[in-house]
């Protein structure tokens, strides 16, 4: 499944690493975009 990731904490939220993390392990396609 394509995914677009986003969030307002910035690129370096740890959140937000950790989910694109666990969706790529899960075979998903991401996009992340965050300021």
Do not use: C, F, I, K
Not at 2 to 29: C, F, K, Y
């Amino acid at each position: 499944m394509r995914v677009l990731v986003t969030n307002d904490d910035g690129v370096g939220s740890p959140g937000l690493a950790a989910l694109a993390s666990a969706m790529a392990e899960d075979g998903h396609e991401l996009l992340v975009a965050a300021p």
